[in-house]
């Protein structure tokens, strides 16, 4: 503070912050609070790094601050419940919505999306069962009471939809969410515009992709080769990307894609009605969703009727519930018998999975002895997929195979891991030597993890689906118990793609640890990985033939 003086201090800081330096900036901020603690705008400012840095610990320290200086400073509670909501920390952020409702503080949304929460990390099967419940009274209550007040999205009235957090258990979401969307369709008005164009093709089929992930992202890894792979001179191909989209790589492929004539790229509004009207603009005869649900913004695009076939895969694999959605798009190999009744959406089965994936590179090389390593069982998934139940079978595993080691990894954050661990340690088979938790990884360290690993664990309910094509990598073996529903089905679907005989299918849940044990045992183990990866090769990166099967199923719509 010698060098500059205050004025001069919280300029640079400021300076730092609006090029997102979020780092630099909070050092100098928090110089500066130091000297004056109960500055406001100083306040303000470091809260906001913190928030962008996601150390929500911090920011919540800091925005309470502001609280006791200025009970009624604007906007206060609602970013105080946004920290709060990322930590998981719901019943207090309900009990501050409550307050700030109370005292006309906050944005009378918040009545309704504090009753819409739903924890990442649940404690146990009852909580999930609580606040599904309180999902669904909710839901009921918007359904039958007569709004006085039209929710307006473009005014800050956004309510985040509970389709995304209900996924990760074992319920069948299907009437539940079928009975979100009508009760979205009541809050905003807007999402009952079901204007299309209903010309006739002429020369080529127009086609609208839209997702806020067509970037260095999973969803952009997944779906953007065969997204490439579509005929120019049979498609006109709209790439719709949300003003939130990251630059990255994948995404300058996108653009390098526009300069071949392959495709354009359109930016779409922040506001849902210019959003709205740019599409409609475009008289689209298919819009194609690879992930409803990721993004809120087009979820509620998702919810409307703006082109002729409206198309929807596994990027979040879940059933929409909305009659706007006709199908869905997914490999023979992933469904059985019972799997159409849990979908809204008509399944649009295709013989591949419907992307053309990319063969993960890395320049480092595993030894044979890393790759025939026992007793290594890996789940590097996001935390939020570990159910409850699931934690029994960690439990079980480390108790059959003395020598177990089981793996996860850490969210870069904290958050999930904080609680998950809390959740662990309150069953007495918790041992911290054998369940280890990994910082988070750079790429190919994650890849050569997963390498190293005997086995993979899918979790159950909603199981992994990017992170086994990676792992097909070094050919690891990944140990998955299918129910009816897609999202516990994408390993199962590329095992068969890769034509893999008496793959690690568990039928219950006795059967899984035994599976688990045995593989991570076997001696044959690097010979095994071997195998897929072979398979891998041949059968699941890089499917061209997925790409000419994508072009025929959109072009046999119109048959």
């Given at each position: 503070?010698n060098k500059y003086s205050?004025?001069e201090?919280?300029?640079i800081?400021?300076n730092?912050?609006?090029?997102?330096?979020?780092?630099?900036?909070?050092g100098?901020?928090?110089?500066l609070?130091?000297?004056?603690?109960?500055?406001?705008?100083?306040?303000?400012?470091?809260?906001n790094c913190?928030?962008?840095m996601g150390?929500?610990?911090?920011?919540?320290t800091s925005?309470k601050?502001?609280?006791?200086i200025?009970?009624?400073?604007?906007?206060?509670?609602?970013?105080?419940?946004s920290?709060?909501k990322?930590?998981?920390?719901?019943e207090?952020?309900a009990?501050?919505?409550n307050?700030?409702l109370?005292?006309?503080?906050i944005?009378?949304?918040?009545?309704?999306?504090?009753n819409?929460?739903?924890?990442?990390?649940?404690?146990?099967?009852?909580e999930?069962k609580?606040y599904?419940?309180?999902?669904e009274?909710?839901?009921?209550?918007?359904?039958?009471i007569n709004?006085?007040?039209e929710?307006?999205?473009?005014?800050?009235?956004?309510?985040v939809?509970?389709?995304?957090?209900?996924?990760?258990?074992?319920?069948?979401?299907?009437?539940?969410?079928?009975?979100?969307?009508?009760a979205?369709k009541?809050l905003?008005?807007?999402?009952?515009?079901e204007?299309?164009?209903?010309?006739k093709?002429?020369e080529k089929?127009?086609?609208?992709?839209?997702?806020e992930?067509?970037?260095?992202?999973?969803?952009?890894?997944?779906?953007?080769?065969?997204?490439?792979?579509?005929?120019?001179?049979?498609?006109e191909?709209?790439?719709?990307h949300?003003?939130?989209?990251?630059?990255?790589?994948?995404f300058?492929?996108?653009?390098k894609?526009e300069?071949?004539?392959?495709?354009k790229n359109k930016l779409?509004?922040i506001?849902?009605?210019e959003?709205?009207?740019v599409?409609?603009n475009f008289?689209?005869?298919?819009?194609?969703?690879?992930?409803?649900?990721l993004?809120?913004?087009f979820y509620?695009?998702?919810?409307?009727r703006?082109?002729?076939?409206?198309?929807?895969t596994?990027?979040?694999?879940?059933t929409?519930?909305?009659?706007?959605?006709?199908y869905?798009?997914?490999?023979?190999?992933?469904?059985?018998?019972?799997t159409?009744?849990?979908?809204?959406?008509?399944?649009?089965?295709?013989?591949y999975?419907?992307?053309v994936?990319?063969?993960p590179?890395v320049k480092?090389?595993l030894?044979?002895?890393d790759?025939?390593?026992k007793?290594?069982y890996?789940?590097?998934q996001?935390?939020?997929k570990?159910?409850p139940?699931?934690?029994q079978i960690?439990?079980d595993?480390i108790?059959?195979?003395k020598?177990?080691?089981?793996?996860?990894?850490?969210d870069?954050?904290?958050v999930?891991?904080k609680?998950?661990?809390?959740?662990?340690?309150?069953?007495n088979?918790?041992?911290?030597?054998k369940?280890?938790?990994?910082d988070?990884?750079?790429?190919?360290?994650y890849?050569?993890?997963?390498?190293k690993a005997?086995v993979?664990l899918d979790?159950?309910?909603?199981g992994a689906?990017n992170?086994?094509?990676?792992s097909?990598?070094?050919?690891t073996?990944t140990?998955?118990l299918?129910?009816d529903h897609?999202k516990?089905?994408l390993v199962?679907g590329a095992y068969k793609?890769?034509e893999i005989e008496n793959?690690?299918?568990?039928?219950n849940i006795k059967?899984?640890?035994?599976?688990a044990?045995?593989?991570?045992n076997?001696?044959?183990?690097?010979?095994?990985k071997?195998?897929?990866?072979?398979?891998?090769e041949?059968?699941?990166?890089?499917?061209?033939?997925a790409g000419?099967?994508?072009?025929?199923?959109?072009l046999d719509?119109?048959?």
């Amino acid at each position: 503070m010698n060098k500059y003086s205050a004025n001069e201090l919280f300029k640079i800081a400021y300076n730092h912050l609006k090029k997102k330096n979020f780092g630099k900036s909070a050092g100098l901020f928090e110089k500066l609070i130091n000297d004056y603690p109960q500055n406001l705008s100083i306040l303000r400012n470091l809260t906001n790094c913190y928030m962008h840095m996601g150390e929500f610990e911090k920011a919540e320290t800091s925005i309470k601050k502001v609280i006791s200086i200025k009970p009624d400073e604007p906007f206060v509670y609602q970013t105080l419940v946004s920290i709060l909501k990322d930590q998981d920390k719901l019943e207090e952020a309900a009990l501050i919505i409550n307050q700030g409702l109370k005292n006309k503080l906050i944005n009378e949304k918040w009545e309704i999306q504090k009753n819409f929460f739903f924890p990442k990390i649940p404690l146990n099967k009852n909580e999930i069962k609580k606040y599904r419940q309180k999902i669904e009274e909710e839901i009921e209550k918007i359904l039958n009471i007569n709004f006085q007040t039209e929710l307006d999205y473009d005014k800050d009235q956004i309510i985040v939809p509970p389709h995304v957090d209900l996924s990760y258990s074992d319920h069948d979401n299907l009437e539940l969410n079928k009975k979100n969307v009508l009760a979205f369709k009541k809050l905003f008005k807007i999402l009952n515009d079901e204007t299309f164009s209903k010309k006739k093709i002429q020369e080529k089929i127009k086609i609208g992709v839209i997702s806020e992930f067509f970037t260095d992202h999973t969803i952009g890894k997944l779906y953007k080769d065969i997204i490439f792979s579509l005929d120019k001179n049979k498609f006109e191909v709209l790439i719709f990307h949300s003003q939130k989209t990251n630059p990255g790589e994948i995404f300058n492929e996108f653009k390098k894609k526009e300069e071949e004539g392959i495709l354009k790229n359109k930016l779409l509004p922040i506001k849902l009605l210019e959003k709205i009207n740019v599409i409609k603009n475009f008289e689209l005869d298919i819009i194609f969703y690879p992930d409803i649900g990721l993004s809120v913004e087009f979820y509620y695009l998702a919810l409307m009727r703006l082109a002729r076939y409206q198309i929807t895969t596994f990027g979040h694999p879940e059933t929409t519930g909305s009659k706007s959605i006709d199908y869905y798009l997914i490999s023979k190999n992933c469904v059985n018998k019972n799997t159409q009744k849990h979908y809204s959406e008509k399944l649009l089965l295709m013989n591949y999975l419907p992307m053309v994936y990319p063969k993960p590179i890395v320049k480092k090389k595993l030894s044979k002895s890393d790759l025939e390593r026992k007793n290594i069982y890996s789940c590097p998934q996001t935390l939020f997929k570990i159910h409850p139940d699931f934690d029994q079978i960690i439990f079980d595993i480390i108790e059959m195979d003395k020598k177990a080691i089981v793996y996860l990894i850490k969210d870069r954050n904290k958050v999930w891991y904080k609680k998950l661990i809390n959740r662990l340690s309150n069953n007495n088979k918790y041992d911290p030597t054998k369940i280890i938790f990994l910082d988070p990884l750079y790429y190919e360290d994650y890849l050569l993890h997963i390498g190293k690993a005997s086995v993979l664990l899918d979790p159950i309910y909603y199981g992994a689906g990017n992170s086994f094509f990676e792992s097909m990598l070094f050919g690891t073996p990944t140990i998955t118990l299918p129910t009816d529903h897609i999202k516990s089905r994408l390993v199962l679907g590329a095992y068969k793609q890769m034509e893999i005989e008496n793959p690690p299918i568990a039928k219950n849940i006795k059967n899984y640890v035994d599976l688990a044990v045995d593989y991570a045992n076997r001696d044959d183990i690097g010979k095994l990985k071997k195998i897929y990866r072979e398979a891998a090769e041949k059968k699941l990166f890089n499917t061209k033939k997925a790409g000419e099967e994508f072009n025929k199923i959109l072009l046999d719509l119109f048959n």
